[in-house]
């Protein structure tokens, strides 16, 4: 009988080991900052090779939306529910403010493991940090190694008042002098060929520093651009560039380590470009921390050899953030929640069928008093949308020369017949304007409030000048 009971157990292990390598290794990479016109598919002046051809040869998203800045975005992506429903609707997580996504939610890395994933993270959290159980390590990955807050220098790793650099729970040190894009790629081809790709599946999350502020590139990224002559431009294109070797590098890796018949790949920024620090969202309207197309409708692409049945063409069916979360766990064979906001979009995206969604929230923000929604074709914004509401040329030296004034009454938009938001068409179609409204107002009646906490100012204490946990 035990010898009997033995076999069954050495079976069903088999069966499970078989059934966990069959589910797909996910690599799902975020870059911060990356604005429309900042990707060789829609700028062919961007150096972008690697990202351009897998663009090319997948899937590339022309209608796929993130928040308007950074912590809001990661947060929908790995919770599957928008900011409004977290408390991270208004603006970013500051370093020293205890505002976090709340540990409530199981986040996707969370799932998987349940499923049987390694997980892995490289890059930006940027979803708290004041206690330990808001980092990465104790939210659902195996391997982190990164940086806390929302901006660093991208060699010595100081954020404003103290370094922020970890490996796992660790403080940690990378080569003096070596450019994070680097560190970060040899993290992950680290990560690539030591793990097994036919014993367990994989899911990494690599989130950039590229190419977010300050603008730091070794000199030989920018010097491939003397063509470009506004300085912060060609600098932010350098950072493109080294940020497309490391893909090409990575991508690489994991065509040579065993990981390519069944590899899914996910590009996307996590919001529009910051037209100040060298980013660029043409001919899109606005720029980052706007709800204007150029803060939120962000550059994308899946690509896979084997998963999806139609690819090299451009999809304009709608996407969100939140969409993200169930679409990865449907593609690795698990079950979606059906109450999160977040649907899957993974039929759409295997077999270039029609999206699962008609409308999102851009965001509903009740510190700012403003929100927008998309509902088919409609978008109508409530309150300021934000003060770049400009559409800035490519350069951007200086502005388009059609400047307008920010309203602050409702306006509506037919994004089928006018993306680039010139023509407010709200007086012509008050009832749609109404229509629009009521649906904000039903997500408002869901809304978390938005987290505002002050700044701590003992955050740092007792920490050598190191960003660590345990101040909330």
Not at 428 to 452: C, E, F
Request: glycine content about 8%; proline content about 6%; charged content about 15%.
């Amino acid at each position: 009988m035990k010898e009997i009971l033995g076999i069954c157990v050495i079976l069903l292990a088999l069966v499970l080991c078989i059934h966990a390598a069959s589910r797909p290794h996910i690599v799902f990479v975020v870059s911060d900052d990356l604005g429309w016109n900042d990707v060789g598919w829609h700028n062919q002046h961007i150096g972008s090779y690697y990202l351009s051809k897998f663009a090319h040869e997948g899937v590339i998203l022309d209608n796929s939306y993130m928040q308007p800045v950074c912590s809001p975005s990661r947060g929908s992506v790995l919770s599957g529910y928008y900011p409004f429903h977290t408390g991270l609707q208004h603006g970013i997580i500051m370093d020293s403010q205890p505002k976090f996504l709340p540990s409530n939610f199981t986040l996707l890395p969370e799932k998987l493991q349940e499923l049987g994933y390694a997980t892995h993270m490289v890059g930006k959290w940027h979803l708290g940090f004041c206690n330990w159980k808001y980092t990465p390590n104790h939210r659902g990955f195996d391997s982190f190694m990164g940086y806390y807050s929302g901006a660093e220098d991208y060699y010595t790793h100081q954020a404003g008042r103290a370094y922020d650099f970890r490996l796992n729970d660790e403080i940690h040190h990378p080569p003096t002098g070596e450019y994070s894009t680097e560190t970060y790629t040899k993290r992950v081809m680290d990560i690539i060929h030591h793990h097994d790709p036919q014993h367990q599946p994989l899911f990494l999350y690599v989130a950039y520093q590229s190419v977010h502020s300050p603008l730091q590139v070794p000199q030989h990224y920018s010097d491939l651009h003397p063509h470009i002559p506004n300085e912060n431009r060609r600098t932010f294109t350098g950072m493109v560039n080294a940020m497309d070797e490391s893909f090409g590098n990575i991508t690489n890796a994991l065509k040579t380590g065993g990981y390519w018949d069944n590899l899914l790949i996910i590009f996307t920024s996590d919001n529009g470009g910051s037209v100040t620090d060298g980013g660029n969202n043409w001919p899109l309207r606005g720029n980052k921390g706007t709800l204007w197309e150029g803060g939120t409708r962000v550059p994308g692409f899946v690509y896979s050899p084997s998963l999806l049945s139609k690819t090299g063409y451009t999809i304009s069916e709608m996407i969100h953030a939140v969409d993200w979360f169930p679409t990865m766990l449907k593609a690795a064979g698990g079950i979606t929640d059906p109450h999160m906001d977040g649907v899957s979009q993974w039929e759409m995206l295997q077999n270039g069928t029609s999206s699962a969604r008609t409308e999102f929230v851009y965001n509903i923000d009740d510190i700012k008093g403003n929100a927008a929604i998309r509902v088919g074709d409609y978008k109508l914004i409530t309150g300021d949308a934000g003060r770049k509401d400009d559409w800035y040329t490519p350069n951007h030296a200086h502005l388009h020369h059609h400047s307008t004034t920010t309203s602050t009454s409702p306006q509506l938009f037919n994004l089928r017949n006018d993306p680039t938001e010139h023509h407010d068409i709200s007086s012509q179609h008050p009832n749609i304007v109404s229509n629009l409204q009521d649906k904000l107002a039903n997500y408002r009646k869901t809304q978390m409030s938005a987290q505002n906490p002050d700044q701590v100012q003992h955050a740092l204490q007792d920490y050598n000048g190191v960003w660590t946990p345990g101040w909330c």
